[in-house]
């Protein structure tokens, strides 16, 4: 199986263990898996998930973010050598010698959101009150999608039912041969978001499960509809 190895000042602190099917939480609070005491970390930094054949590593809007390879990330399939950096200490991720590594078409690797310095300013300091959003009616936080691959922005999710399917005229608009003109809605409730399956061959998954029914959105949930890929997340005040 895969491993972390924690590092401060290139001296190896301890070595943790990545099991297939399990997540871990990385930060300052004793709570978490990987604990880093370090002021510039945040209580709860980051997690890792096991998605499919992959792992991929989460920013949870951390104070001073996440670097993996020296870039600003904020989701990232971890490869094999993949150096993270949270505050003063690194974490490498490495597979064993004799381990079959998954190929990142795959595993789904080969995709990384990345924040350039401003985008990542704009969202730590984001203070768009709920009451610019029409349809909001001021309650909870407002909920977002953003895209694994980087490859398009953040969809705000200000309407009371986000539609999303192959159809032109939907909120979200996807590609592949089996999903639904209209595939899926995401409607916002007084107790939170929540996403419900429409149509079509292609049915949504939420952390590689697929749902029946309406099913309510926790923050960092992981969507798949087709050739969507994206996470669930809050805007932050």
Same mark, same amino acid.
């Given at each position: 199986?895969?491993?972390?190895? %924690?590092?401060?000042?290139?001296?190896?602190?301890?070595?943790?263990?990545?099991?297939?099917?399990?997540?871990?939480?990385?930060?300052?609070?004793?709570?978490?898996?990987? /604990?880093?005491?370090?002021?510039?970390?945040?209580?709860?930094?980051?997690?890792?998930?096991?998605? @499919?054949? @992959?792992?991929?590593?989460?920013?949870?809007?951390?104070?001073?973010?996440?670097?993996?390879?020296?870039?600003?990330?904020?989701?990232?399939?971890?490869?094999? @050598?993949?150096?993270?950096?949270?505050?003063?200490?690194?974490?490498?991720?490495?597979?064993?010698? $004799?381990?079959?590594?998954?190929?990142?078409?795959?595993?789904?690797?080969?995709?990384?959101?990345?924040?350039?310095?401003? !985008?990542?300013?704009?969202?730590?300091?984001?203070?768009? +009150?709920?009451?610019?959003?029409?349809? %909001?009616?001021?309650?909870?936080?407002?909920?977002?999608?953003?895209?694994?691959?980087?490859?398009?922005?953040?969809?705000?999710?200000? !309407?009371?039912?986000?539609? #999303?399917?192959?159809?032109?005229?939907?909120?979200? /608009? #996807?590609?592949?041969?089996?999903?639904?003109?209209?595939?899926?809605?995401?409607?916002?409730?007084?107790?939170?978001?929540? #996403?419900?399956?429409?149509?079509?061959?292609?049915? +949504?998954?939420? $952390?590689?499960?697929?749902?029946?029914?309406?099913?309510?959105?926790?923050?960092?949930? %992981?969507?798949?509809? @087709?050739?969507?890929?994206?996470?669930?997340?809050?805007?932050? !005040?």
């Amino acid at each position: 199986m895969p491993s972390l190895i %924690l590092k401060f000042k290139e001296e190896v602190v301890r070595k943790y263990p990545l099991e297939k099917g399990s997540s871990i939480t990385l930060g300052r609070r004793e709570s978490n898996d990987v /604990v880093i005491e370090n002021l510039a970390v945040s209580g709860n930094h980051a997690k890792i998930d096991s998605i @499919g054949d @992959g792992f991929l590593f989460t920013d949870l809007q951390s104070k001073n973010g996440s670097f993996v390879n020296e870039q600003l990330v904020k989701s990232h399939y971890l490869n094999h @050598g993949d150096v993270i950096t949270i505050g003063k200490h690194s974490l490498e991720f490495r597979y064993a010698d $004799n381990e079959k590594k998954p190929s990142p078409a795959n595993a789904g690797m080969d995709q990384t959101m990345i924040m350039d310095t401003e !985008k990542h300013r704009k969202m730590l300091a984001s203070t768009m +009150p709920a009451d610019l959003h029409p349809g %909001l009616n001021n309650v909870g936080p407002i909920g977002m999608l953003s895209d694994l691959s980087g490859k398009t922005e953040d969809v705000i999710l200000t !309407k009371k039912m986000t539609k #999303i399917g192959k159809d032109p005229s939907s909120d979200i /608009v #996807i590609s592949g041969l089996l999903t639904g003109k209209n595939a899926a809605t995401i409607s916002r409730r007084p107790d939170g978001y929540y #996403i419900s399956y429409v149509g079509g061959m292609a049915k +949504p998954k939420i $952390n590689d499960e697929t749902i029946k029914g309406a099913k309510k959105l926790n923050e960092y949930d %992981l969507l798949e509809i @087709g050739s969507l890929k994206m996470q669930f997340t809050f805007k932050k !005040k």
